[in-house]
């Protein structure tokens, strides 16, 4: 059933039928965002407004050889391996706006405290229309990225339930599938500690510390096994707790495959990686953010689009490794003195969020066993 919306008539008073019945109250609701310990928020790192660029050096452990057969003299020259140089980049400028008038808005209005509170919520969606977008920015980003590293996926093998009806061994088999998840993000945790190549795309030895990691949980995942099969990964000294991970659940939409062509949505398989807004037959403007769905018959590019992937059971994501460089932000109003009216505008810019190859990025994903007798 559709919400009726207040269409401005007063109700005519049951006593005297030429006067109406005034209106009680308005109330503007306020609490419409609260974001809070994002991503977002955990990535960001400051640039300045000088330069547009940072750039990130990684170098390669040198060679060890025999003493006093090795054929070197002291003017032998032993130079470091070749490193690599990865560079961030500011390149995308933002803005939103709103105007407010200071006369004729008012008579909307049952008082300056009601008109005060219906300002500061206007005003207050441009530092709110940044935040979501940097939220979804983020949380797609990490949904969806692959590195090339050569153990950039993990593998999980699980049995399938799908199948079972019984509730008991229904929870007996999403425990058993806890464990193996467990078990799987626990051995990897003990590998990343050794001195391995395979975790980095730039294949250079490194050692990892767990409690550097921040675990990226899939909510389809974590919530059908949370409660099931709490000991089996909370447990103060299993898993998470032993590792000292931090963790953090995201919405499955964000987790996906990112398309590798261009083409047209179906309005319902392709989410967007980018923001975008597109203006209706009545002209009115919708805004897109990163993880919500193409909209039927419009195309997208390659790169900027995504189908779900189930599968995705978690990510493993170094705090270094991605980084979201802010420049500026900046707050800017212009009065006009020929309407009263006074333009607020926000202004940011940003660089697109980029995995550094020296650190992992890891995903986690379900290897599904085909059932018994098929």
């Known amino acids: 059933m559709a919400v009726k919306l207040f269409d401005g008539k007063l109700n005519q008073n049951a006593v005297l039928g030429t006067l109406y019945n ?44 025999n003493f006093g057969g090795s054929g070197k003299t ?30 004729k808005l008012k008579q909307a209005f049952m008082s300056s405290d009601i008109y005060g ?8 969606w441009l530092r709110n229309s940044m935040a979501i977008l940097n ?14 590293a050569d153990r950039a996926e993990i593998k999980v093998e699980l049995p399938d339930v799908s199948s079972i009806t019984d509730i008991s061994e229904k929870r007996q088999a999403e425990s058993y599938v806890a464990e193996l998840i467990g078990a799987s993000i626990a051995n990897v945790m003990v590998e990343l500690k050794d001195v391995l190549r395979e975790f980095n795309d730039y294949n250079f030895l490194r050692t990892y510390q767990p409690e550097d990691f921040i675990l990226v949980w899939n909510k389809r995942w974590i919530n059908r096994i949370k409660h099931i099969s709490l000991p089996k990964i909370f447990h103060d000294y299993d898993v998470l ?28 398989t392709y989410r967007t990686l980018v923001d975008f807004y597109i203006t209706d037959n009545d002209g009115v403007q919708q805004q897109y953010f990163p993880g919500d769905i193409i909209p039927n018959g419009m195309g997208y590019k390659k790169g900027e689009a995504y189908t779900v992937d189930d599968t995705i059971i978690c990510k493993l994501v170094h705090k270094n490794s991605v980084k979201f460089m802010s420049a500026l932000v900046i707050e800017t109003e212009f009065y006009n003195p020929m309407d009263l009216d006074r333009n607020h505008y926000l202004t940011w810019g940003y660089s697109k969020p980029q995995y550094l190859a020296e650190y992992p990025l890891l995903t986690f994903t379900a290897d599904i066993e085909e059932p018994q007798g098929q």
Not at 135 to 148: E, S, V
Not at 241 to 247: A, I, N, P, R, V
Request: hydrophobic share 40%; aromatic share 8%.
């Open 241 to 268: 707790k032993d590792h000292m991970l931090e963790s953090d659940i995201l919405n499955d939409r964000y987790f996906g495959t990112v398309v590798s062509a261009a083409g047209t949505s179906d309005g319902a």
């Open 117 to 124: 509170a219906f300002i500061s919520v206007v005003t207050s």
């Open 74 to 103: 002291l003017l032998s020259k032993t130079h470091p391996k070749e490193p690599k140089t990865q560079a961030i980049t500011i390149d995308t400028f933002k803005q939103t706006a709103i105007t407010i008038d200071s006369v």
């Open 22 to 65: 005034m209106i009680i109250s308005q109330e503007v609701f306020a609490d419409n965002i609260n974001l809070k310990g994002t991503l977002a928020e955990r990535f960001r790192t400051d640039g300045t407004l000088y330069g547009d660029t940072k750039l990130f050096i990684s170098t390669d452990i040198g060679y060890v050889y």
């Open 135 to 148: 939220t979804t920015l983020i949380n797609a980003y990490i949904g969806t990225t692959m590195t090339t």
